[in-house]
């Protein structure tokens, strides 16, 4: 296998140094390629582009077990072993998932309201139910946190706003954009986690003031906003991890475009997508 590997890259990088690091003599080698190319040779070479494919279309997030499965899906029976060895040779890395960031802290100081929601996410008119919720997106300048306000009914975002700081403040500025926008009727719903955000006293002002009826999920429970939360791994998925931001104002321009016109565009067909994915929940009419 090491004199394969040397053999496949010698055309990148000297056979001497090849050699030295992977701990093999020179003579071996060159006795190794005077008796041509095995056919376990060729099966890895032509295995490795695969591999490579594969890597690059998981952006990089595939180990070796689910490289293994991708290749039996395209008809080579290979082992999980033989993966990790052609990975490691090619200096093949999955990339790890981020360093998780708390962004639902309960202060229980705070009244909490009841789950009126109570996961019935399929709603038949706009500004019936709304759905907030706060997430992060790494920077190279530090967390910039997001704060969105999505109708049920529409799937889309009504309102939206970015922070340096996790405070509400930051949800108050997406919940006057989505007020302003839509200009909600009398007895909408608005339903988020129990964050200090969205408990405070301020935030729970706006809310009587609009006539806006409070709902919360259970503690510790992110099923209860399984759509908003569908929405940011969509977000993560589709421009967070594919993209390296040096400053917050490089982020928010990447965030405005994405959920002013890109998730405007998908709109419909997420509205869709989650119907299909609760298709047991009960439906508000």
Request: hydrophobic share 40%; charged share 25%; glycine share 4%.
């Amino acid at each position: 296998m090491r004199f394969e590997f040397i053999l496949a890259e010698k055309a990148h990088h000297s056979v001497a140094t090849l050699c030295r690091m992977l701990d093999v003599a020179r003579s071996g080698l060159y006795a190794f390629a005077g008796r041509g190319e095995s056919q376990r040779t060729k099966e890895n070479r032509a295995l490795l582009v695969h591999l490579r494919d594969a890597h690059a279309q998981s952006r990089g997030t595939y180990g070796s077990p689910r490289l293994q499965r991708e290749l039996r899906d395209r008809g080579f029976l290979v082992g999980r072993n033989r993966v990790a060895r052609l990975m490691k040779l090619d200096d093949m890395k999955a990339r790890h998932r981020r360093r998780f960031v708390r962004t639902t802290v309960v202060d229980p100081g705070l009244a909490i309201a009841g789950n009126l929601l109570d996961r019935r996410f399929v709603v038949m008119e706009p500004n019936r139910f709304w759905v907030a919720d706060i997430t992060y997106i790494p920077t190279m300048q530090g967390w910039l946190y997001l704060a969105v306000v999505l109708d049920l009914y529409s799937r889309r975002i009504v309102g939206w706003a970015t922070s340096a700081t996790i405070d509400r403040q930051l949800v108050l500025a997406a919940l006057a954009q989505a007020i302003e926008q839509r200009k909600p009727s009398p007895g909408l719903v608005h339903h988020s986690d129990q964050g200090c955000q969205y408990a405070s006293w301020d935030y729970q002002k706006t809310l009587r003031e609009q006539q806006i009826i409070c709902s919360m999920s259970r503690r510790a429970n992110c099923w209860d906003n399984a759509v908003v939360e569908s929405f940011f791994s969509t977000l993560k998925t589709e421009l967070v991890q594919r993209s390296t931001f040096t400053t917050h104002a490089q982020a928010r321009s990447a965030l405005f475009d994405y959920v002013e016109t890109t998730e405007l565009e998908q709109g419909d067909v997420a509205r869709e997508r989650v119907r299909v994915r609760f298709t047991r929940t009960r439906t508000w009419t």
